[in-house]
């Protein structure tokens, strides 16, 4: 069993930046973040394997960065020029046999 933990949401305006920060328990492979909006589907923010190729979502591109130490098992999400559209709860995820989830952290993009 993994444990995936969260942290670094929270309310920034238009156009500000946040980090969001996830750590796993254990030793794992792939790490990443989804997003899911009020009445939308989940959807990949972006992620990386343990060797550090990265994967991104396309309405994220340019403008959200993702990176990772494998010495800590976590991640981080640099999240730049912040809309409105980017509100969600952020979810993190790691990979290990199976894929486990954290609790979610919320962003809210407002003024």
């Known amino acids: 069993q993994v444990q995936v933990v969260e942290s670094g949401g929270g309310l920034v305006q238009p156009g500000g930046s946040l980090r969001l920060s996830c750590a796993a328990s254990g030793s794992v492979f792939n790490m990443g973040w989804y997003r899911q909006a009020p009445g939308k589907q989940r959807e990949l923010v972006a992620d990386?394997?343990?060797?550090?190729?990265?994967n991104y979502g396309g309405s994220v591109k340019g403008r959200f960065t993702i990176s990772r130490d494998n010495t800590k098992n976590a991640v981080d999400l640099q999240m730049n020029s912040l809309k409105p559209e980017d509100t969600a709860v952020y979810y993190c995820y790691a990979n290990r046999a199976v894929r486990y989830w954290g609790q979610g952290t919320q962003v809210t993009v407002s003024s």
């Open positions: 990386i394997t343990s060797i550090g190729i990265t």
